[in-house]
């Protein structure tokens, strides 16, 4: 087992890790920008290493700096989180080169994901269902024509390295087409370095399920699945498991199809893999995403298994410990993002000091945040500040005790506003109390 896990991450994600690595008696070292020095975790792990100035790009996204940093303290091992770097094959290599373990999938692997265009070839010969569209990227406008005549319009252009929700536009048309071909192509090369895209079919009114797995030396195992519909801008707002009203036997094949895809590549660690259910509950593939997610928390709820202690384990050689028949997932539960953004103005980002701070409490009640009152939120990263995440025997308890947990959230201070009461009238909506809700709710409000 690991001595020293370095967490090249901030915020909620770099001090959860860091309390499972004080539970498995593994030290821990923090590393921070400028902006987040005064940050929870900083002061949390058993070392801290400043790393850079604000700008992700020189801190976070820093490599030299990371490693500099982990070979300093002699850390063996590397936590990335989710984001930064977590899914980024260079930074593993980088890492074996100086005997630092990258607690993650193999780099090879992880190539294979990031390119969205390959893995969906890769998981139709697994023989998963995907949509009609581009097999592989599409070099050219007049291809992309080709292929939408042939599929049929509407279409999704997506960025064949995108990710996060970021890299996709809709074509309605032949001439929506143009200006989206084009306008993902330049996306693509601003934000992720490669322009490269791909066509898929798109499916309107669609839920939004994604499968949790865990691969170790000794088998893989799903955890159940997700419900992650509730998305504004592709960016998800609520989560939830079990997902609600599937049709009889889609939870399984779900999961058959999600280890059906992990284990063809070879996997290892923790992934998600990530379908479109259509209103006549038709799965198909989406994407897998290799690294922990942000809303890990519910499958934890439901299941008792301490995903990043898992992660852990099977990077440090260990066998996973658990069969299929070990996963019984219990009750339900619901994870909410608390973002410092206005939904009054279009949800913009709305950052200050935290002059009032007060996470709620209570039974089966959970709180993932990496801020204190207190605390300046910086204007440099992500909008989060907390996930309230609830468990309860049935669905409808676990709304009641989300609703009663997010009505204690206090959070104030000059300029910072979040989505707390937008939050509150999507848990009160009835297409979401039935679970007939798809990813097009939030934007018919």
Known sequence: MFEKILIANRGEIALRVARTCREMGIGSVAVYSTADRDGA????????????????????????????????????????????????????????????????PAPEVMEQVADKAIVRRLMAEAG???????????PSLAEAEEIAAAIGYPVVVKAAAGGGGRGIGVAADPAA??????????LGSALFGDGSVYLERLVTDARHVEVQVLCGPDGAVHLGERDCSLQRRKQKLIEESPAPNLPPGLRERLGEFALRGVRSLGYTGAGTVEFLVDAGGEPTFMEIN??????????????GVDLIRAQIRVAAGEPLGLTQSDIRPTGAAIECRVNAEDPDNGFRPAPGALESFRPPSGPWTRVDSGFEEGDLVPSFYDSLLAKVIVWAPSREEAIARCERALG???????????TLPFTRRLLADPAFLAGEHTTTLIENL
């Open 290 to 303: 290799a690294r922990i997610q942000v809303e890990h928390p519910v499958t934890e709820m439901v299941t």
């Open 177 to 186: 087409l143009r200006a989206t071909f084009a306008e993902i192509t330049a």
């Open 41 to 104: 975790v900083a002061g949390y792990a058993d070392e801290a290493v400043h790393i850079g100035p604000p700008a992700a790009q020189r801190s976070y996204l820093n490599i030299p700096n990371i490693i500099e940093a982990a070979l300093r303290c002699g850390a063996d091992a590397i936590h990335p989180g989710y984001g930064f770097l977590s899914e980024d094959p260079d930074f593993a290599r980088i890492c074996a080169d100086n005997g630092i373990t990258f607690i993650g």
């Open 128 to 138: 998963l269902p995907v949509l009609p569209g581009s097999d592989g990227r599409v």
């Open 408 to 418: 204690e959230f206090a959070v104030s201070g000059p300029g910072v506003a979040t």
